[in-house]
């Protein structure tokens, strides 16, 4: 799009415990606890508020087999998405990759603005607490070309093998059991650069991982290199790396696919991770307790019902989320975008309309965002976000027709306060 400055698409990989848990089992033919489990299957509580039984309807969720999946509520296993979570930040180096100056600076490159995103985007809900009670580089007994790291690598054997000697270093000076989620901070000068290939990971709800403590280390995420893009803007944009990996401990799949960002674009830092900042969808903000029911409309029964929506980066108490559910698995989500809050980039203010699918898997992509303006080539000016969509919500007076079911959303009119009502139309359900 920009010729002068290289236009990225991340393919970054989840690993789901699902596959973590199978390969496990290949390996080794007797787990710990002789029971094998999985994330939906585990003992800890909820990772989020349940919602009211008002909301059913729009409590989509996926089959089974789907590893990763948007349905609410998150299973368990993850890490916890409201109030005070405290995420463990190691920095790591090694014989082949020495650390270069302070590791507490590798740590300034995502702190205090990872936490201020998350602060931001929850409304205040999730209280992010970074903590690096080991401040200097940990040395791995390995060279990094030993753990066999690179993309698409499974938990097992090289990450096993990581975490288990990051783990027995780091242990003298922290009690694993403190802490709610695990950041590696791997030396910038291990692997690759990220202009090149991506390698940072989250490995979320492996109840399988090496033991510290007591507790598996379920939930991490490993930041490589560096998302420079040399626009200039790495100082203010290049740890949102982080917020991303963080947010699959916290439940949530990828939204970009082998094709790109083409399904959502900017709207969700799921989707796009690379520079100019962004927030994550309504959906996503409900899927992590972000939102209060009384925040959320069903829009389940036949007819029309009027909605007013204020803007989804605004703190507050209005309501933020439409969601007009197909069938159990499926439906369209609504909810106004504007500049304001993480979502800096936002070049049409509207209301943005997408389809949510929790019947597909992370990195499939279980979110399409309607475009109301197909083509269009887009309004922003930023590099790295997928410009096509970027003027993707629909204004007042603009409708969004599903052929298929006849379901009608309608953008009736905004206030001055910048609220906008919308409609929706439905007949009986089938
Ligand atoms: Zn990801």
């Known amino acids: ?25 290949a390996v080794t033919t007797s787990a710990g606890s002789g029971q094998p489990t999985t994330g939906s299957a585990s003992a800890a509580g909820p990772v989020a508020p349940v919602p009211s039984s008002a909301l059913g309807p729009c409590m989509i969720s996926g089959s089974a087999g789907v590893q990763m999946s948007e349905g609410i509520p998150t299973p368990a296993g993850y890490a916890r998405s409201t109030g005070t979570v405290r995420a463990l930040n190691l920095m ?12 507490l600076d590798r740590f300034g490159e995502f702190f205090p603005q990872t936490t201020d995103w998350f602060r931001t985007s929850s409304y205040g809900r999730l209280d992010y607490r970074p903590q690096t009670p080991a401040a200097d580089w940990l040395r791995m007994p390995k060279p990094f070309r030993g753990y066999g790291i690179e993309r698409g690598a499974l938990f097992d054997p090289g990450y096993r093998e990581l975490v288990q000697d990051i783990v027995t270093t780091a242990d003298p000076k922290v009690d694993f059991r403190d802490y709610d989620l695990l950041n590696v901070l791997i030396t910038p000068n291990a692997g690759p650069s990220a202009l090149d290939t991506v390698l940072s990971v989250t490995f979320a709800g492996n109840t399988e991982a090496p033991i510290a403590d007591g507790v598996p280390v379920a939930n991490a995420s490993f930041v490589y290199s560096r998302q420079d893009d040399g626009s200039g803007s790495y100082a203010e944009t290049g740890y949102r790396v982080l917020p991303h990996e963080n947010g699959h401990v916290f439940g949530l799949p990828d939204l970009y696919t082998q094709d790109g960002g083409g399904a959502v674009g900017h709207w969700d830092i799921m989707s796009e991770d690379w520079g100019a900042d962004n927030d994550l969808l309504g959906w996503h ?17 036949s007819g029309t019902t009027e909605h007013v929506l204020t803007p989804l980066a605004e703190p507050g108490t209005g309501g933020k989320l439409v969601f007009v559910p197909l069938d159990g698995r499926t439906g369209y989500a609504v909810e106004v975008r504007t500049p304001a809050g993480n979502d800096e980039s936002v070049c049409k203010t509207g209301v943005l309309i997408y389809k949510v699918d929790a019947d597909v898997d992370t990195g499939h992509g279980p979110i399409s965002v309607v475009d109301s303006t197909k083509d269009s080539g887009g ?6 976000v997928h410009a096509e969509l970027s003027d993707a919500p629909f204004t007042p007076g603009q409708y969004f027709k599903d052929l298929k079911t006849g379901i009608r959303i309608t953008v009736a009119g905004t206030d001055p306060t910048g609220n906008h009502r919308v409609y929706v139309t439905r007949g009986t359900r089938g």
């Open 1 to 25: 799009m920009q010729p002068t400055s290289r236009r990225i698409r991340p393919r970054r990989r989840t690993a789901a415990l699902a596959s973590v848990t199978l390969l496990t089992l």
């Open 92 to 103: 790591v180096d090694f014989s082949d990759a020495p650390g270069e100056g302070d590791a």
């Open 379 to 384: 309004c922003t000016r930023s590099p790295n």
């Open 285 to 301: 903000k409900w899927k992590l307790g972000w939102l209060d029911d009384s925040q959320v409309g069903c829009a389940a029964g």
